[in-house]
């Protein structure tokens, strides 16, 4: 195993260099950017990402923007990436910064993993890439390359496994930290991706890959745990140009963000108006329903949408025009899907 990691420096550096992708992240060592971008990327497409960093960037330039907006703005920005609870953190950090970093991103690895938000992956991503520092960001993309390199069949997403694949890669990490760290995330991420056949005739570990052969076996994990399923009955109240919104409570799922109306159990037809009563709306016309799903990490919400008319703008909920929400309001994608059928 050790002679596997020792050739990966001299294998994947000249190759990386020449076939890196052009990322917007990557025209710079800023931390800030390599911060904002790690965070981005996780859960979510690169591809999604690029236009959300763009935007993010133009909108807060600096640390110290970061630190100073508005929570509705932030929500605005990183709405439909998922997880807010990444962009809330980035702004807790930013404060961190500012307030015990005289506004300079820390270059110290332990003071980058005490940043609210930050782990270990994100850390080793931030001081290599933006410092050279010999620190491994260890991810799936890297174990699913150790893995099929040395021909390991033991479960990859065990505490063990992680700690190995850091210490081997910490022992052979080359001047060049940055760029290694990019490379391996690079292999991973293109010709060893994931739900796909690896393209080892093109790879540039394929003389001393161990696992090519049964690549497709590998990695191995644990047994997954299966998802609980939640009903929900969603009401898109309209009162003239007006939607009924209204928050998500400061804790727990999609905490502090803009929602429709909603009950935690499945209703149609004059139940769901009945309801929509209940909740403080006077009905005039049941419109139509629509049926949509959302998966989050452990929980699928199976959600049924209401279309409503109401003859007033009740009290107890913000009442927003199309236009105001576009600009204003970050309705997560559970709702908003119900929203851009409305438009």
């Known amino acids: 195993m050790k002679d596997v990691f020792k050739q990966l420096p001299d294998a994947l550096l000249p190759w990386y260099r020449e076939n890196k992708r052009d990322l917007p992240w990557r025209e710079d060592r800023d931390p800030y950017h390599i911060?904002?971008?790690?965070?981005?990327?996780?859960?979510?497409?690169?591809?999604?990402?690029?236009?959300?960093?763009?935007?993010?960037?133009?909108?807060?330039?600096?640390?110290?923007?970061?630190?100073?907006?508005?929570?509705?703005?932030?929500?605005?920005l990183w709405e439909g990436l998922g997880y807010y609870s990444r962009v809330r953190n980035l702004k807790k950090a930013a404060n961190v910064i500012i307030s015990t970093h005289n506004g300079t991103f820390p270059k110290d690895h332990k003071a980058v993993l005490a940043l609210p938000g930050i782990g270990p992956y994100t850390a080793g991503a931030i001081c290599?890439?933006?410092?050279?520092?010999?620190?491994?960001?260890?991810?799936?993309?890297?174990?699913?390359?150790?893995?099929?390199l040395t021909d390991d069949d033991r479960p990859v997403d065990t505490p063990k496994f992680k700690a190995e694949t850091e210490k081997n890669l910490r022992e052979i990490y080359p001047d060049d930290a940055g760029d290694f760290t990019q490379a391996l995330m690079e292999l991973g991420a293109t010709l060893c991706g994931p739900n796909r056949p690896p393209v080892c005739e093109k790879c540039p570990c394929?003389?001393?890959?161990?696992?090519?052969?049964?690549?497709?076996?590998?990695?191995?994990?644990?047994?997954?745990?299966?998802?609980?399923?939640?009903?929900?009955?969603?009401?898109?109240v309209t009162c003239g140009d007006r939607m009924a919104l209204t928050k998500r409570p400061d804790k727990g799922l999609l905490a502090g963000?803009?929602?429709?109306?909603?009950?935690?159990?499945?209703?149609?037809?004059?139940?769901?108006?009945?309801?929509?009563?209940?909740?403080?709306?006077?009905?005039?016309?049941?419109?139509?329903?629509?049926?949509?799903?959302?998966?989050?990490?452990?929980?699928?919400?199976?959600?049924?949408?209401?279309?409503?008319?109401?003859?007033?703008?009740?009290?107890?909920?913000?009442?927003?025009?199309?236009?105001?929400?576009?600009?204003?309001?970050?309705?997560?994608?559970?709702?908003?899907?119900?929203?851009?059928?409305?438009?």
């Open 35 to 76: 911060w904002l971008s790690e965070i981005m990327l996780q859960q979510t497409r690169v591809e999604a990402v690029r236009g959300y960093y763009a935007r993010f960037l133009e909108a807060l330039p600096t640390v110290g923007d970061l630190a100073k907006a508005d929570d509705e703005v932030l929500h605005k």
């Open 128 to 148: 290599s890439i933006a410092f050279d520092k010999p620190t491994p960001a260890v991810d799936g993309n890297v174990f699913r390359v150790i893995a099929r």
């Open 206 to 236: 394929q003389a001393f890959c161990k696992g090519k052969y049964r690549a497709t076996e590998l990695p191995v994990r644990l047994p997954k745990r299966g998802r609980r399923g939640e009903e929900r009955t969603v009401f898109i």
């Open 257 to 343: 963000l803009w929602q429709f109306p909603d009950v935690p159990e499945a209703l149609s037809g004059q139940a769901a108006a009945d309801r929509a009563g209940e909740l403080g709306f006077s009905v005039n016309n049941l419109l139509y329903e629509v049926e949509k799903s959302h998966i989050f990490t452990h929980i699928t919400w199976k959600m049924r949408g209401i279309y409503l008319e109401a003859a007033t703008c009740c009290e107890g909920y913000t009442w927003l025009t199309r236009e105001e929400i576009k600009a204003t309001a970050a309705l997560p994608t559970a709702y908003r899907q119900f929203y851009e059928d409305n438009i």
